[in-house]
């Protein structure tokens, strides 16, 4: 497996001055670095307070068909943390870098980070990595043993506290890494939110499709990025649902009852990396796999 590529973002915001000089004279706002070298500060906010906004992002064979979802969430997620306007075209451009940089793959894994950066110099610290992704054929065939666990919130917490990051993808994470340790105790694999008064949210990593028939649904994030549900806007699931209609079936965002989830014909867990990995266990109950559409998704995603 090929080294990852690591690119410094030095310019992440707009109107943001400084950074590296190529041999030109240009300034790109990033800069190619040794990703086996110390780059990061150990009083960098995002160290020390998880304080930041991340994205991930699929690359396939060179191809990243959801890059501009993810720039926008990421945008949304930065603005949800009071960050000033990001500079989507660096970010855009790093991106680029990155993927040109790694030897040609199948599938990459890029990801994105801004953190608040050193804590007192109001500067943030920001990176792309581009690294070859695993492979999660096997997965998405063997599926995914899953466990609902009460979120301890309601489903409408971001109407309640819209001062809360609720919707924005953070590098807070050890409340799902905590879900995570749980469902391994259970003999799980993965876990999928509740809300405390009864609503399905989200899995640990990923976004919760649904079937009944041949409609599929999924819980509503809100318009525009927002969320009344306190859950992340998932974009592969934006996908999926081109996908299925395709298929000729509908498709919906909407609040949906813990009932939904155990009536389902179909449950499929979807992210940008693993795809759509279906769910052959939900608590103690076997759930019924369609392998056929299962197939057809993951094709049509992993474009």
């Known amino acids: ?26 300034s790109p706002g990033f800069a190619a670095a040794d990703p086996s070298a110390p780059q990061l500060s150990v009083f960098d906010l995002g160290v020390t307070r998880a304080d930041g906004v991340f994205e991930t992002v699929m690359v396939s064979d060179r191809n990243a068909p959801a890059l501009e979802a993810h720039l926008a969430r990421l945008s949304r997620s930065a603005a949800a943390l009071d960050f000033p306007p990001l500079d989507l075209g660096v970010w855009r451009d790093a991106v680029a870098a990155a993927v040109a940089a790694h030897p040609r793959v199948g599938l990459l894994a890029v990801k994105l980070v801004l953190t608040r950066g050193v804590e007192g110099t109001e500067r ?126 509908t498709t919906a965002s909407e609040a949906l009852p813990v ?11 979807l992210s940008s990396i693993r795809r759509a990995v279906p769910v052959t266990r939900l608590d103690r109950a076997e759930r019924e796999v369609d392998h056929d559409l299962t197939a057809k998704l993951n094709d049509e995603l992993g474009r």
């Open 1 to 26: 497996m090929a080294a990852p590529v690591l690119i410094l973002v030095d310019r992440p915001l707009l109107g943001m001055s400084g950074g590296r000089r190529n041999g030109d004279g240009s």
């Open 124 to 249: 943030p610290t920001a990176w792309v990595t581009a690294r070859e992704a695993p492979d999660f054929t096997e997965l998405r065939r063997r599926g995914l043993r899953v466990i609902t666990l009460d979120r301890g919130v309601p489903h409408d917490l971001g109407s309640r506290s819209p001062w809360l990051p609720a919707a924005a993808k953070t590098l807070s994470y050890e409340v799902n890494s905590a879900a995570l340790r749980e469902a391994a105790r259970r003999g799980a694999d993965d876990a999928v939110f509740v809300s405390s008064d009864g609503y399905v949210l989200e899995a640990t990593t990923s976004s919760v499709l649904l079937r009944h028939g041949d409609r599929f649904t999924t819980p509503d994030a809100g318009q525009g990025g927002g969320s009344s549900q306190g859950i992340v806007a998932g974009t592969t699931v934006r996908r999926a649902f081109e996908v299925l209609e395709r298929l000729g079936h």
């Open 259 to 269: 009932a939904a989830l155990t009536e389902a014909d179909g449950i499929w867990l």
